[in-house]
């Protein structure tokens, strides 16, 4: 038995001693063998419970999902503190430092009147923060750990601040025109069919972006489209003792656009 003392309500310092104890020699096997690495994947799960509880509007699984991730931050602080590297003071101290850094308007006497003012003093703020001299090295800074599409939406926002981009959404339209009769062309075998998709699929972010929508979004709400179409395919076939394995492609077409219509 560890020593502990068990309460009704814990506070954020016994969040830390949790972790230390489930660490130590005295604690749980496998929190001991775990490694930045080890619990990658479980970071980004957590992360993405978190949003599915924000578009659920849960407010109770909203709680305890951020409750899950800030456990993650406090396990990856505490690998760095065992290894003598930082603690969790100074992820603190950090993130506290660079918010008041980033809000001059704030905490200085800095003029900003507007949302469009303070994003273009943050933005200013964040390179000298980060030593960026070059419009190149804030593309570079985008994560390429990011989904590819806010990627690539990130990166197109940071060309456009340095004057890189169409004047309108119709050069975007016609570049993403541009790109799908070049992968039509590989796909004939006259290219390279994946750098070709790419492309498609960047200049469809950049279509996107001049519409403000965010792709991420837009692509899971197709993707959900598609679900239910093919559901409702598969329950009408049903329906007549069938599979979808039974019937030709062309009931199978023709079903998917009747679903569409009604």
């Known amino acids: 038995m560890v020593n502990f003392e068990?309460?009704?309500?814990?506070?954020?310092?016994?969040?830390?001693?949790?972790?230390?104890?489930l660490r130590s020699p005295e604690g749980c096997p496998w929190d001991r063998e775990q490694t930045h690495e080890s619990i990658r994947r479980g970071f980004l799960e957590e992360?993405?419970?978190?949003?599915?509880?924000i578009e659920k509007k849960d407010t109770a699984l909203l709680c305890e999902e951020l409750?899950?991730?800030?456990?993650?931050?406090?396990?990856?602080?505490?690998?760095?503190?065992?290894?003598?590297h930082f603690t969790m003071?100074?992820?603190?101290?950090?993130?506290?430092?660079?918010?008041?850094?980033r809000h001059p308007h704030v905490f200085a006497n800095v003029q900003a009147?507007?949302?469009?003012?303070?994003?273009?003093?943050?933005?200013?703020?964040?390179?000298?923060?980060?030593?960026?001299k070059t419009a190149t090295e804030t593309l570079e800074a985008v994560a390429s750990t990011l989904p590819q599409l806010w990627r690539a939406e990130k990166i197109q926002k940071k060309a456009a601040k340095a004057g890189f981009d169409w004047a309108d959404i119709s050069g975007a339209q016609d570049k993403l025109e541009e790109e799908v009769s070049e992968l039509r062309h590989a796909v004939e075998g006259n290219g390279c069919?994946?750098?070709?998709?790419?492309?498609?699929?960047f200049a469809a972010v950049k279509v996107g972006r001049f519409a403000g929508i965010?792709?991420?979004?837009a692509l899971s709400g197709t993707c959900e489209k598609f679900i239910r179409r093919f559901r409702a395919v598969e329950d009408k076939l049903r329906a007549e003792g069938l599979t979808m394995e039974d019937v030709?492609?062309?009931?199978?077409?023709?079903?998917w656009d009747e679903t569409k219509r009604s």
């Open 214 to 217: 965010d792709p991420e979004e």
């Open 47 to 53: 992360t993405y419970e978190v949003i599915e509880a």
């Open 248 to 255: 030709p492609l062309e009931r199978l077409t023709a079903l």
């Open 89 to 101: 003071d100074e992820v603190i101290d950090g993130v506290v430092k660079k918010l008041v850094f």
């Open 193 to 201: 069919v994946e750098e070709e998709l790419g492309d498609v699929l």
């Open 67 to 84: 409750g899950d991730v800030l456990m993650q931050v406090v396990f990856h602080a505490d690998i760095e503190s065992d290894a003598g």
């Open 6 to 21: 068990l309460k009704s309500h814990y506070g954020y310092e016994d969040l830390l001693q949790v972790i230390r104890v």
């Open 113 to 132: 009147d507007n949302t469009e003012q303070v994003l273009v003093n943050w933005e200013q703020l964040k390179q000298q923060e980060k030593g960026q």
